[in-house]
């Protein structure tokens, strides 16, 4: 069974703050996925990192697939209000499976003024 | 352009009881996949149709299940509702190679 371990669970931070959401498995992934999901809502999808080594700007959002496959990070500078949700890796499987995405456990991110 | 929409957002069912959820995809998009999110167990992979075919399922028991018609929109239905079954029920559609779009989801409260 493949697995998606997320650090941390919860983080609380003032606006301006960085902060690292590390997403770690065990398991190879063909790619890698970031969402946001806010409450009452659906995830939203951030990127999607493919390659190992890969690294992937989105504005203040900075994405980065380890060389193995195995594990991603997400860093984010200069937090806002807005940044403020449910953070959620997912990993999707080889060929046959890759249309089957494995959640992480989840980062809940809290950004206060 | 219309999203994934998902129907109906909140339902509430007897233990014993059955159900049926239905997820209209993005036009275009052929793959739709169903998960289940609860705060214990998180997202968990339900099952994805493709072509009305179903190419991937998880690992829930033969009460969870699904179908896809012509047009692409996708129904599942839960059978013989257990009080653990309380949860977000998440469609998410896809064109082949691209990621996901989401649903707003369906919040079944089982009773």
């Known amino acids: 069974t493949q697995l998606l371990e997320q650090s941390p669970q919860f983080l609380s931070i003032q606006e301006g703050e960085n902060l690292t959401v590390y997403c770690n498995s065990s398991s190879v992934f063909s790619s890698l996925q970031w969402y946001r999901q806010e409450p009452g809502e659906g995830p939203v999808l951030l990127v999607t990192?493919?390659?190992?080594?890969e690294v992937k700007k989105l504005k203040r959002l900075t994405f980065q697939f380890g060389d193995a496959r195995k594990d991603s990070s997400l860093h984010i500078t200069a937090a806002q209000p807005g940044d403020t949700g449910l953070y959620l890796c997912a990993g999707a499987g080889n060929t046959g499976t890759a249309s089957k995405l494995t959640f992480g456990t989840g980062t809940r991110l809290q950004v206060t003024l | 352009k219309a999203g994934v929409t998902q129907t109906p957002r909140y339902l509430i069912k007897t233990r014993g009881q059955q159900v049926t959820l239905s997820c209209s995809p993005i036009?275009?998009?052929?793959?739709v996949s169903w998960y289940q999110q609860t705060p214990g167990q998180g997202l968990q992979f339900l099952f994805e149709?493709?072509?009305?075919?179903?190419?991937n399922k998880g690992n829930f028991p033969g009460r969870f299940s699904g179908r896809q018609f012509s047009n692409s929109r996708s129904e599942m239905n839960v059978s013989t509702l257990e009080l653990g079954d309380s949860a977000l029920y998440l469609c998410?559609?896809?064109?082949?190679?691209?990621?996901?779009?989401f649903g707003s989801g369906t919040r079944l409260t089982v009773v």
């Open positions: 036009s275009g998009h052929r793959s």
């Open positions: 998410a559609s896809r064109k082949e190679g691209y990621g996901y779009t």
């Open positions: 990192v493919v390659t190992g080594g």
């Open positions: 149709y493709f072509s009305e075919t179903q190419r």
